[in-house]
């Protein structure tokens, strides 16, 4: 009797342990996933840009395919957009706001299907952000006056800082006499 006993508390008793840790692992998992959600999504909130609007502002302003990518960091298909193999001398503006963003000097061709650049115009005119999304850890990339989407920075550019600016033609505006400024 009291091994029927002794055996059946030890059963409970695994039972109870196993079901108390695997409770535990996903209570974890879930919070762990909360907290980087929440993270990124303070830190960005916490962010301050120059130009501030609502969504239905920037709606009345962007065509709905920017809308998508500057305001809902969206990716537009690959050798779609007008940008990706333009070499016209210029500079490429926020499409949402008129920032100066980048030099045509410093696109080149990356062959990754979007334009490509090495370097922003200006330090600080690009706010990085950690973007932990789709399963992988990048670095997006916005415009820092008004915090638009334009695509994700990669170390694999060329010389000389060896980063690719991979950006999406809809967040960016060519203008060509802004170059002489
Ligand atoms: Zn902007």
Known sequence: ?????????????????????????????????????????????????????????????????????????????????????????????????????????SKFDSHCGWPSFYEAIDNGQITEIKDTTHGMVRTEVVCTNCGGHLGHVFEDGPKPTGLRYCINSISIELTKDTLKK
């Open 1 to 105: 009797m009291n091994i029927i006993k002794s055996k059946s508390f030890k059963r409970i008793f695994v039972i109870t342990i196993l079901t108390i840790v695997l409770s535990f692992e996903l209570f974890q998992s879930g919070i762990y996933q909360n907290r980087v959600f929440a993270q990124n999504e303070t830190k960005e909130k916490n962010m301050k840009f120059n130009v501030s609007k609502t969504d239905e502002e920037w709606k009345k302003i962007l065509t709905p395919e920017q809308y998508e990518v500057l305001r809902l960091k969206g990716t537009e298909r690959p050798f779609t957009g007008k940008y990706t193999t333009t070499t016209t001398d210029g500079v490429y503006n926020c499409a949402a706001c008129g920032a100066k963003l980048f030099k045509s000097d």
